[in-house]
């Protein structure tokens, strides 16, 4: 299922089946599932209906007895005290996720086509073993990790915490890049062979091409995790260079900060994968989907 | 065949950095953190003296870390039991031919692109007894205190129990407590849109002749949700139960945000107590022995799902 995208089903087929039967749950009217899809999405919708509330929300407004009273001027004090606040850090999580999303994806591809497309003997055990690292806590490897920072001159920097996550990145990207050009039909990679192509080759003509969507998932999910990273930022990095979660921790964990302030900082720390969510859905979908191995 | 020789050697010299930063970085230093968790370094500078297994004998003995494994337990139980039902109930409603259902979906799944930093600190203001969900729908900030609250459910201390001797559990120790549930609310709001989408997708992949056979044979659609689709959503089952068990026993994020470690370390987990110790405290050797207790429970679950995972492969 890995890389699978939830289709819709084929009409004909469904016209069959969907024809009213008498199970309890079906039996329930279409009112009904509409409605309790729409009690579903209230709940998950609610914490984004208050963090939109009170960021619009004037100063004098704000007060937490008032929390769910529509805003009676607008006002955008929160945001400006929270990017205040926040933006140093939101531009560290900028300088941390472009760059570990962008190599990451490359050596996953790497990876990925070589596990795919030039199997050796022990690949896929070495393969296996390399999956294992996704799944780790990364407390296991966190207190060596700091002193190996140290050592390199790294610990505290925004390059050491880019070069973190493009090694623990490796798993993911290799599975995501492998699975994905497994898919590709071995016939294409037999006929260029054919023609005379090598490593390079086949990569740069054959798979590179139709790599887009790996890339795109690849990209995203990278970014999403470096983006929304707070246990090696916290352990790796100090202020200055924090980026945007641990700065919002921070300032979440501050009594001097406003509630109302703490909120639109969330909103702020949230947007970016917010916004490459509502754009690029489909793909990080298939990233997440992919994350879980086959199901 | 010469030729591809010396493509083998490239496909192999481009591959190896990537397994030598995972041979290092992964298991190099776990092993390291396995040897730190043996030694006497419970201060600022190392001190590699070894001292055996005492470090662990010390968090095991150390109340903190056995609420911390209650926690644990509690936690994971409610979080992947009820991600589960949510999920796998909104993916049957979204099943049946609904309209807009990739809006549903889209928002069923959009907690997901977030961080659980975000997650904890909206919900942490959601959950403040004095204003939050008790204000939206009217419930009274005393008795609902959310994650303030220091109660811990547990059996009642009868005599029965203590007779045959299981006194224990009718202790805080085996309890769950409430505060708790409340950081379970916010897992179940962030991780149970991803098991909607792995029970969908798996919906998806059968068959519809599978369950028209059944109808034709004269089964209640309950029965065909009970005995086909069901046993036919085993693996999505297995996958969604090893991804969430895995990301609650290594919970750390949404808890330090929403409540470090709460009244009676009531939300207090093992990562918390891990990093506590040892960047705070500088008790390196024994936060290096709860890093190995996380790592050998997660790996209990993730080893297997990974063999099982490679002989599905295989077999295909």
């Given at each position: 299922m890995s890389g699978a995208v939830i289709e819709e089903r084929a009409p004909a087929a469904s016209a069959v089946v969907r024809s009213p039967g008498p199970s309890p749950l079906r039996r329930l009217s279409r009112l009904t599932i509409y409605g309790a899809l729409l009690v579903a999405a209230v709940f998950y919708l609610i914490p984004v209906y208050l963090l939109v509330l009170t960021g619009l929300k004037g100063q004098t407004e704000v007060t937490l007895d008032r929390m769910w009273t529509l805003p009676q001027t607008l006002g955008f004090a929160s945001f400006t005290e929270a990017w205040d606040a926040l933006s140093p850090n939101f531009l560290n999580s900028v300088k941390v996720a472009v760059p570990a999303a962008l190599i990451s994806?490359?050596?996953?591809?790497?990876?990925?086509?070589?596990?795919?497309?030039?199997?050796?003997?022990?690949?896929?055990?070495?393969?296996?073993?390399?999956?294992?690292?996704?799944?780790?806590?990364?407390?296991?490897?966190?207190?060596?990790?700091?002193?190996?920072?140290?050592?390199?001159?790294?610990?505290?920097?925004?390059?050491?915490?880019?070069?973190?996550h493009i090694i623990y990145g490796i798993p993911i990207t290799t599975l995501i890049f492998r699975n994905y050009y497994v898919a590709i039909p071995e016939e294409l990679v037999e006929a260029a062979r054919i023609d005379g192509a090598g490593f390079t080759s086949i990569y740069r003509y054959v798979l590179l091409p139709l790599s887009v969507p790996g890339f795109v998932v690849v990209l995203i999910w990278q970014f999403t995790s470096a983006w929304n990273d707070f246990l090696f930022a916290a352990t790796l990095t100090s202020q200055p260079n924090w980026p945007v979660t641990v700065a919002l921790n921070n300032l979440a964990g501050s009594f001097s900060v406003a509630w109302n302030v703490q909120m639109a900082g969330s909103l702020i720390a949230a947007l970016p994968t917010l916004l490459i969510y509502?754009?690029?859905?489909?793909?990080?979908?298939?990233?997440?989907?992919?994350?879980?191995?086959?199901? | 065949m010469r030729r591809i020789t010396r493509d083998?050697?490239?496909?192999?010299?481009?591959?190896?950095?990537?397994?030598?930063?995972?041979?290092?970085?992964?298991?190099?230093?776990?092993?390291?953190?396995?040897?730190?968790?043996?030694?006497?370094?419970?201060?600022?500078?190392?001190?590699?003296t070894s001292v055996g297994l005492d470090n662990f004998a010390d968090i095991f003995n150390y109340p903190r870390f056995q609420l911390d494994l209650r926690n644990t337990v509690v936690f994971t139980v409610f979080f992947v039991l009820a991600s589960?039902?949510?999920?796998?109930?909104?993916?049957?409603?979204?099943?049946?031919?609904?309209?807009?259902?990739?809006?549903?979906?889209?928002?069923?799944?959009?907690?997901?692109?977030?961080?659980?930093?975000?997650?904890?600190?909206?919900?942490?203001?959601?959950?403040?007894?004095?204003?939050?969900?008790?204000?939206?729908?009217?419930?009274?900030?005393?008795?609902?205190?959310?994650l303030t609250d220091p109660t811990v459910l547990h059996l009642p201390t009868g005599t029965i129990l203590n007779d045959i001797g299981l006194g224990f559990l009718a202790t805080n120790q085996w309890g769950v407590p409430i505060a708790l549930l409340s950081v379970v609310i916010a897992a179940v709001w962030q991780l149970s849109g991803f098991v909607m989408a792995l029970y969908l997708a798996g919906l998806r992949g059968i068959p519809d002749e599978l369950r028209e056979a059944a109808r034709v044979d004269g089964a209640s659609e309950l029965r065909i949700f009970r005995h086909v689709t069901l046993p036919l959503l085993t693996p999505v089952t297995v996958t969604a139960v090893i991804i969430l068990g895995h990301i609650s026993l290594k919970i750390y994020d949404l808890t330090v945000a929403m409540s470090p470690t709460g009244v009676g370390f009531s939300t207090d987990f093992p990562a918390t107590y891990m990093w506590q110790t040892a960047f705070f405290a500088n008790q390196f050797a024994r936060g290096a022995a709860v890093a190995i207790v996380m790592l050998v429970l997660i790996a209990t679950l993730i080893v297997p799902y990974l063999i099982w995972n490679r002989r599905q492969e295989i077999s295909r």
């Amino acid at each position: 299922m890995s890389g699978a995208v939830i289709e819709e089903r084929a009409p004909a087929a469904s016209a069959v089946v969907r024809s009213p039967g008498p199970s309890p749950l079906r039996r329930l009217s279409r009112l009904t599932i509409y409605g309790a899809l729409l009690v579903a999405a209230v709940f998950y919708l609610i914490p984004v209906y208050l963090l939109v509330l009170t960021g619009l929300k004037g100063q004098t407004e704000v007060t937490l007895d008032r929390m769910w009273t529509l805003p009676q001027t607008l006002g955008f004090a929160s945001f400006t005290e929270a990017w205040d606040a926040l933006s140093p850090n939101f531009l560290n999580s900028v300088k941390v996720a472009v760059p570990a999303a962008l190599i990451s994806s490359f050596v996953g591809s790497i990876n990925g086509y070589v596990l795919a497309k030039w199997r050796f003997r022990g690949s896929e055990t070495l393969f296996t073993l390399i999956l294992f690292g996704m799944f780790i806590p990364y407390q296991a490897i966190l207190i060596p990790l700091v002193q190996l920072e140290a050592n390199f001159g790294l610990y505290g920097t925004i390059q050491g915490l880019v070069l973190i996550h493009i090694i623990y990145g490796i798993p993911i990207t290799t599975l995501i890049f492998r699975n994905y050009y497994v898919a590709i039909p071995e016939e294409l990679v037999e006929a260029a062979r054919i023609d005379g192509a090598g490593f390079t080759s086949i990569y740069r003509y054959v798979l590179l091409p139709l790599s887009v969507p790996g890339f795109v998932v690849v990209l995203i999910w990278q970014f999403t995790s470096a983006w929304n990273d707070f246990l090696f930022a916290a352990t790796l990095t100090s202020q200055p260079n924090w980026p945007v979660t641990v700065a919002l921790n921070n300032l979440a964990g501050s009594f001097s900060v406003a509630w109302n302030v703490q909120m639109a900082g969330s909103l702020i720390a949230a947007l970016p994968t917010l916004l490459i969510y509502v754009l690029l859905g489909k793909y990080f979908m298939r990233g997440l989907l992919a994350g879980s191995l086959k199901g | 065949m010469r030729r591809i020789t010396r493509d083998r050697v490239l496909s192999i010299s481009l591959i190896a950095p990537s397994i030598l930063a995972v041979a290092v970085l992964v298991y190099g230093l776990i092993a390291w953190t396995g040897f730190v968790s043996t030694t006497k370094w419970n201060s600022l500078t190392p001190d590699y003296t070894s001292v055996g297994l005492d470090n662990f004998a010390d968090i095991f003995n150390y109340p903190r870390f056995q609420l911390d494994l209650r926690n644990t337990v509690v936690f994971t139980v409610f979080f992947v039991l009820a991600s589960l039902a949510i999920g796998l109930f909104l993916a049957n409603l979204l099943d049946r031919k609904i309209r807009g259902e990739g809006v549903f979906r889209s928002i069923f799944l959009f907690p997901m692109a977030i961080s659980f930093i975000v997650t904890g600190v909206v919900w942490k203001w959601l959950l403040t007894p004095s204003a939050g969900v008790n204000l939206l729908v009217g419930l009274d900030p005393a008795t609902n205190r959310w994650l303030t609250d220091p109660t811990v459910l547990h059996l009642p201390t009868g005599t029965i129990l203590n007779d045959i001797g299981l006194g224990f559990l009718a202790t805080n120790q085996w309890g769950v407590p409430i505060a708790l549930l409340s950081v379970v609310i916010a897992a179940v709001w962030q991780l149970s849109g991803f098991v909607m989408a792995l029970y969908l997708a798996g919906l998806r992949g059968i068959p519809d002749e599978l369950r028209e056979a059944a109808r034709v044979d004269g089964a209640s659609e309950l029965r065909i949700f009970r005995h086909v689709t069901l046993p036919l959503l085993t693996p999505v089952t297995v996958t969604a139960v090893i991804i969430l068990g895995h990301i609650s026993l290594k919970i750390y994020d949404l808890t330090v945000a929403m409540s470090p470690t709460g009244v009676g370390f009531s939300t207090d987990f093992p990562a918390t107590y891990m990093w506590q110790t040892a960047f705070f405290a500088n008790q390196f050797a024994r936060g290096a022995a709860v890093a190995i207790v996380m790592l050998v429970l997660i790996a209990t679950l993730i080893v297997p799902y990974l063999i099982w995972n490679r002989r599905q492969e295989i077999s295909r």
